[in-house]
């Protein structure tokens, strides 16, 4: 048996090694001089600061959300949670490069601005090389200074860390091979439409696109991200139906310990997440990084507050919940919106998520299990429509006209209210879809008896804590 796997292994790394070098030469002889970048026509600075910003992205995604998560959840399911997020990790890159940026930022079809094509599929010109047609690297709308490989990879962890936001919703009783099916059709028939929509310089709602009628501000993902996966979440949730036991026996988290380090990851990661969606190290970055701080450290006053004034005591979980709710609803606004105005939001969210995750939640009884929909569904929407109240001229760059409500543009509210509703609307029936067909194909819940065992045995053959 070992001669065998040592042979096969032999044999597979011959194979990526001639292959790696049959690229490598044909990329060789089809890149001409035209293609090589002029003297300073990327900027170093950017390049540096966004490749950093992508891998504090990725870190959100694991060990972040998996430690944030995987503290939560009881503990015969912690290896489950963190199982979904590094499959994510690996997936969802794949289909990004297979197709997924293509349809983000490839030419729309038919001009509509609804999903593009398929223009970058297999990563089709998306290479750290000179464009000699358009003089540029990235397109402008997006980072002159930067290659398209660059944007192509910071984009890829937003695509990354978002279906891995909705298995808060199911977690502990979906089974994982249904979890897969389910993020890749998500992410291909949601998030892709969603994010050609909001980012793409041709999206019918995209703040870059001059023709939009309603053009949104979404800096970082408050619609695209935060919404999308919010708003499934719940459709998960309601669909799956609830925890055996919910309601009826305590299910506290495990590990609030491990449940702290991922939130203040999450913390730390967001930076990326923020600050690196100015595409560029310049001031719009800065004022991203300064907003996105403020909002979180009011986050976690607002909730552990609230939570000391009606419980008589704030806890560790109710620091961390606020935190992350003060950094879901600055994300939207995080580009337009000044480091005071993150203070506002950062409080209000804190305020608004305690009572999602408490009061209407418990009055409705949906087992959203760790409050996906609670933080990221209701932060995401109330960060969307305050941000058409804060949007300011003062931070973004070239324009001079009223940008929020605060300076006399109600519009931008209703501009805004309209990219949100829209993107809820696909996000309940593109799920409710997705989900009747997981299921028809794969059913989407671990049987009784696996769900009493829990996941960690039942789905992986593993135990993330071992007693002798």
């Given at each position: 048996?070992?001669?065998?796997?040592?042979?096969?292994?032999?044999?597979?790394?011959?194979?990526?090694?001639?292959?790696?070098?049959?690229?490598?030469?044909?990329?060789?002889?089809?890149?001409?001089?035209?293609?090589?970048?002029?003297?300073?026509?990327?900027?170093?600075?950017?390049?540096?600061?966004?490749l950093t910003s992508s891998a504090?992205?990725?870190?959100?995604?694991?060990?972040?959300?998996?430690?944030?998560?995987?503290?939560?959840?009881?503990?015969?399911?912690?290896?489950?949670?963190?199982?979904?997020?590094?499959?994510?990790?690996?997936?969802?890159?794949?289909?990004?490069?297979?197709?997924?940026?293509?349809?983000?930022?490839?030419?729309?079809?038919?001009?509509?601005?609804?999903?593009?094509?398929?223009?970058?599929?297999?990563?089709?010109?998306?290479?750290?090389?000179?464009?000699?047609?358009?003089?540029?690297?990235?397109?402008?709308?997006?980072?002159?200074?930067l290659p398209r490989s660059v944007?192509?990879?910071?984009?890829?962890?937003?695509?990354?860390?978002?279906?891995?936001?909705?298995?808060?919703?199911?977690?502990?009783?979906?089974?994982?091979?249904?979890?897969?099916?389910?993020?890749?059709?998500?992410?291909?028939?949601?998030?892709?439409?969603?994010?050609?929509?909001?980012?793409?310089?041709?999206?019918?709602?995209?703040?870059?696109?001059?023709?939009?009628?309603?053009?949104?501000?979404?800096?970082?993902?408050?619609?695209?991200?935060?919404?999308?996966?919010?708003?499934?979440?719940?459709?998960?949730?309601?669909?799956?139906?609830?925890?055996?036991?919910?309601?009826?026996?305590?299910?506290?988290?495990?590990?609030?310990?491990?449940?702290?380090?991922?939130?203040?990851?999450?913390?730390?990661?967001?930076?990326?997440?923020?600050?690196?969606?100015?595409?560029?190290?310049?001031?719009?970055?800065?004022?991203?990084?300064?907003?996105?701080?403020?909002?979180?450290?009011?986050?976690?006053?607002?909730?552990?507050?609230?939570?000391?004034?009606?419980?008589?005591?704030?806890?560790?979980?109710?620091?961390?919940?606020?935190?992350?709710?003060?950094?879901?609803?600055?994300?939207?606004?995080?580009?337009?919106?000044?480091?005071?105005?993150?203070?506002?939001?950062?409080?209000?969210?804190?305020?608004?998520?305690?009572?999602?995750?408490?009061?209407?939640?418990?009055?409705?009884?949906?087992?959203?299990?760790?409050?996906?929909?609670?933080?990221?569904?209701?932060?995401?929407?109330?960060?969307?429509?305050?941000?058409?109240?804060?949007?300011?001229?003062?931070?973004?760059?070239?324009?001079?006209?009223?940008?929020?409500?605060?300076?006399?543009?109600?519009?931008?509210?209703?501009?805004?209210?309209?990219?949100?509703?829209?993107?809820?609307?696909?996000?309940?029936?593109?799920?409710?879809?997705?989900?009747?067909?997981?299921?028809?194909?794969?059913?989407?819940?671990?049987?009784?008896?696996?769900?009493?065992?829990?996941?960690?045995?039942?789905?992986?053959?593993?135990?993330?804590?071992?007693?002798?």
């Open positions: 048996m070992k001669s065998k796997f040592r042979a096969a292994l032999a044999v597979l790394l011959f194979a990526s090694v001639s292959a790696v070098d049959l690229i490598a030469e044909e990329m060789a002889g089809s890149v001409s001089a035209s293609q090589v970048p002029p003297p300073n026509q990327f900027n170093s600075g950017d390049i540096a600061w966004m504090l992205v990725l870190m959100m995604t694991a060990p972040g959300l998996a430690l944030f998560y995987g503290g939560l959840v009881r503990k015969k399911n912690i290896l489950g949670v963190m199982m979904q997020c590094i499959t994510l990790m690996g997936v969802m890159s794949v289909i990004w490069a297979l197709y997924g940026y293509s349809l983000c930022f490839g030419d729309s079809v038919g001009g509509m601005g609804l999903i593009g094509d398929f223009k970058y599929a297999f990563l089709n010109g998306v290479a750290p090389y000179w464009d000699e047609q358009l003089k540029i690297g990235v397109h402008p709308a997006y980072s002159p200074s944007h192509m990879v910071f984009q890829m962890m937003f695509f990354i860390i978002t279906p891995a936001l909705i298995c808060g919703a199911f977690a502990e009783r979906m089974k994982f091979s249904s979890m897969v099916l389910f993020s890749v059709l998500w992410g291909t028939f949601i998030y892709c439409p969603v994010a050609h929509w909001v980012w793409s310089d041709l999206g019918w709602c995209s703040e870059l696109n001059a023709k939009a009628t309603y053009r949104a501000y979404d800096f970082a993902g408050g619609t695209v991200v935060h919404i999308t996966s919010g708003i499934s979440a719940l459709v998960c949730s309601l669909l799956l139906g609830k925890r055996l036991g919910y309601g009826q026996e305590p299910m506290p988290p495990h590990n609030l310990t491990y449940t702290y380090i991922g939130a203040t990851m999450l913390w730390f990661g967001w930076f990326g997440f923020n600050a690196g969606s100015a595409g560029a190290a310049d001031l719009r970055a800065a004022n991203a990084f300064v907003t996105t701080h403020m909002a979180a450290a009011a986050g976690t006053i607002s909730w552990a507050l609230i939570e000391w004034v009606v419980r008589g005591k704030p806890s560790i979980l109710g620091a961390c919940s606020g935190a992350v709710a003060g950094l879901v609803c600055v994300t939207p606004a995080s580009g337009s919106a000044t480091p005071m105005s993150g203070i506002i939001l950062g409080l209000c969210a804190g305020a608004v998520c305690f009572y999602a995750c408490t009061t209407i939640k418990n009055k409705f009884g949906y087992d959203d299990s760790l409050d996906a929909f609670g933080v990221h569904g209701v932060g995401g929407t109330l960060g969307a429509l305050l941000t058409g109240v804060f949007a300011t001229r003062a931070v973004i760059p070239g324009v001079t006209e009223p940008c929020g409500l605060l300076e006399g543009n109600a519009n931008q509210v209703i501009a805004q209210a309209v990219g949100a509703g829209a993107a809820m609307l696909l996000a309940v029936i593109g799920t409710v879809i997705i989900l009747k067909i997981v299921d028809a194909v794969l059913g989407l819940r671990v049987n009784q008896a696996g769900e009493l065992q829990g996941l960690d045995i039942n789905q992986h053959g593993e135990e993330g804590y071992i007693f002798y």
